[in-house]
């Protein structure tokens, strides 16, 4: 999961690529490195964001360069495991993201032959490799070795004096774009999208060969066309316009995204496959697994549709017995749990469908069918519009199946969004500011949304919290609650807001500082509350929407007061292509 570029044109390629590099830095953050392939052949790479870099690719130049940001998988960060990676003449360099599983057999083989490892990383075997076979023809190097690679990759091949990149694709994402005398190849749109709207998106199996004015696709030896995509998307939408980070840029898209999916998805006619089937199985990972679970529960509720959650990792290993449709979800389209989850339910002949982001992802290729939610691209690690997109999806479908019964309800429901953003939290984040854990707790498809509650105060703040089904805090967790620990509980009107207003009295009368959030003008809630926080919305199913984005503002703003990495939390990445 990192992210690589490479240019060839008539431009500054080490600044191109530098500067490309920084929109992929949410790919993975520890380390970066540019090769440009002038003779002698010269590298820069350090462990560090290319952020706190400075002025690093000066000692560069060139109109050809291949660029490289890194999430360790093997090795850890530091100079040497940084890409590009060389053979050992110095003649070839190669970045690449995936994962190479039969390194270490190829790696004992080459060392035996004589090469010379500088780093711990997979990806070295590949300029090894490539060694033995260059003699004057890359993309005839590349072709032959490949075959011998088990794995997954995406990767950019230069040589000293070659006037060429030559990009390759298997289980790992790659785009190439087509300029005004000028050609890219990336692991995604992003770095790409202000050069130019001119894209293709590579198969597996497809080797590229780049110039400046020219791109030839092969695969199986054989030459091939791919269609050419415009990108849609603004250059601001990949950029944080005015915004002091990309998370809360993207929470204020929110409301556009909502209505923008539902409306796509209207003109769209999504297959009808929920229609038919007696049960789904849903599959997904983080935030997306927290979408999945309030789709569990509005399906069974107001289809009576039966419904599973899975864990896509836990899926591929230990798949119960499955019928009917599995549906992946997946912002990225390139969760490596996911793809292999949707793989395994294809072979128990069920059919698949993807509900994805990212265009041309590798999830659409694995799945039956495909639906796009309407996000545009998310930088930040922490999901959020994907997250909000993901419900307009699934509210879709249920209106789908429901014949239209809520579609006047959908199409004002982004402005449940718009409310929640106006709200002060200021005393809500005071409260958790000091707070070493902190409880989300919900019921029914609320209790999802206390889960990614708790999983963006975790992961951008760093402060411990866990969400909760309500009904559950006492076998357990009640032990740890003290004047220390908030809780945040969210009670909205219905069914279960009489049992939720006896679990807060007993949390209460544990001395924990509650942070509630109810309906306007619920003089209970507000009485028994430290901090009340009026949900928009709350008597209908888009006051799911404004929890939501409440939660979300909370995390946002407890980690900027505690000054955290907010876009770039530690240790994460964004598109988790490793299992
Ligand atoms: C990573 C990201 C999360 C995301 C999860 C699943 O862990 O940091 O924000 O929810 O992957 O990603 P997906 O692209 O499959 O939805």
Not at 9 to 32: H, M, N, Q, T
Not at 68 to 77: C, I, K, M, S, Y
Not at 402 to 415: F, M, S, T, V
Not at 479 to 494: F, K, M
Request: charged fraction near 20%; include cysteine.
């Amino acid at each position: 999961m990192c992210g690589i570029f490479g240019y060839i044109g008539r431009g500054r390629a080490p600044e191109i690529v530098l500067e490309g590099l920084k929109r992929l830095e949410y790919r993975g953050y520890d380390s970066f490195g540019i090769a440009v392939p002038g003779n002698p052949l010269q590298v820069v790479k350090k462990q560090g964001r290319i952020s706190d870099a400075g002025d690093c690719a000066a000692s560069l130049s060139g109109p050809v360069a291949i660029g490289h940001t890194r999430w360790a998988t093997h090795g850890v960060p530091s100079d040497a495991n940084a890409h590009p990676h060389l053979d050992c003449t110095g003649t070839l360099a190669v970045v690449h993201n995936g994962i190479i599983e039969n390194y270490s057999i190829l790696k004992r083989e080459l060392v035996a032959r004589g090469h010379v490892f500088r780093s711990e990383t997979d990806t070295e075997v590949i300029a090894h490799l490539l060694e033995e076979v260059y003699h004057g023809d890359l993309k005839c190097a590349v072709e032959t070795i490949l075959p011998r690679i088990k794995g997954s990759y995406a990767l950019l091949v230069i040589a000293r004096g070659d006037t060429r990149i030559i990009a390759a694709r298997q289980h790992s994402p790659l785009v190439l774009g087509m300029g005004d005398g000028a050609s890219f190849a990336a692991s995604d749109m992003t770095p790409i999208v202000e050069h130019t709207r001119r894209v293709m998106i590579l198969e597996d199996g497809d080797i590229a060969s780049l110039t400046p004015d020219t791109i030839q696709i092969s695969n199986g030896g054989n030459p091939v066309e791919r269609k050419e995509e415009i990108i849609r998307w603004s250059v601001d939408a990949a950029r944080k316009g005015g915004f002091p980070h990309f998370m809360i840029k993207e929470i204020f898209e929110q409301p556009d995204v909502f209505s923008d999916t539902i409306r796509t998805l209207r003109s769209e006619d999504p297959p009808s496959l929920l229609k038919e089937v007696p049960q789904v199985t849903l599959i997904a990972c983080g935030s997306s697994y927290h979408a999945a679970l309030v789709f569990k529960y509005l399906l069974e509720e107001r289809c009576r549709i039966p419904a599973r959650v899975e864990y896509a990792s836990e899926f591929r290993y230990f798949t119960p017995p499955v019928e009917g449709l599995v549906i992946g979800i997946t912002q990225s389209g390139e969760t490596a749990d996911t793809l292999m989850a949707l793989r395994i339910a294809a072979l128990h002949n069920c059919s698949t469908l993807a509900i994805a982001n990212a265009v041309g992802s590798s999830v659409s290729r694995i799945a039956d069918h495909t639906i796009l939610m309407r996000a545009g691209p998310e930088i930040s690690v922490a999901a959020t519009k994907s997250f909000i997109a993901e419900l307009a999806v699934f509210l879709h479908l249920i209106d789908m199946i429901r014949e239209g019964a809520c579609a006047a309800r959908l199409d004002y429901a982004h402005r449940a969004i718009d409310e929640a953003l106006l709200l002060d939290l200021s005393l809500a984040v005071e409260c958790c500011l000091p707070a070493k854990d902190i409880f989300f707790v919900g019921r029914g498809a609320y209790y999802p949304i206390a889960l990614e509650g708790a999983l963006k105060m975790k992961e951008i703040s760093y402060i411990h919290a866990e969400g909760y089904a309500a009904g559950e805090i006492k076998h357990g967790p009640f032990a740890l609650l003290s004047e220390h620990t908030p809780v945040i509980a969210i009670c909205p009107p219905g069914d279960s807001y009489g049992v939720m207003m006896s679990n807060i009295r007993e949390m209460k009368a544990r001395g924990t500082p509650l942070i509630l959030l109810g309906e306007k003008d619920d003089r209970d809630l507000e009485e028994i509350s430290d901090v009340f926080i009026p949900l928009p919305w709350a008597s209908s199913v888009a006051g799911l929407l404004s929890a939501t984005v409440i939660l979300q503002l909370l995390a946002y703003h407890t980690a900027n007061a505690l000054k955290r990495d907010i876009d770039k939390p530690r240790n994460l990445a964004k598109s988790v292509t490793v299992e």
